[in-house]
């Protein structure tokens, strides 16, 4: 099994420009030596006659033909809107910008 020494964390925390304490280091390899040993654990099941996967259950995207039907005329979608301008809501102005 990999192991990552305090050593290591300590040097990848530099290298990420991370201030860490003591106790920080101390904890984190533990807590990555517990990952890689995660990992390691799954490298040994691993075989070359297995392909690799994203989703253990085949996907399928579910879609519907594209079909035009009759719609709302712009007129008819704008007539219970408040304010409408050039065949467009109208709404009220909210970052500054001037129209």
Sequence with gaps: M?????ADVANLAR???IDMTDQELDSLATEMDVILGAVARV???ATP???????????RNVTRPDVVEPSLTPEEA???A????????????ILGEEA
Aim: hydrophobic share 30%; no cysteine; glycine share 2%.
């Design 82 to 93: 408040p304010a409408s301008e050039d065949q467009r809501f109208r709404v009220p102005q």
């Design 15 to 17: 290298l990420a420009r």
């Design 2 to 6: 990999s192991s990552l020494s305090r």
């Design 78 to 80: 704008l007539s219970g």
């Design 49 to 59: 006659d297995i392909a690799p996967t994203s989703h253990p259950l085949p996907l």
């Design 43 to 45: 490298q040994e099941v």
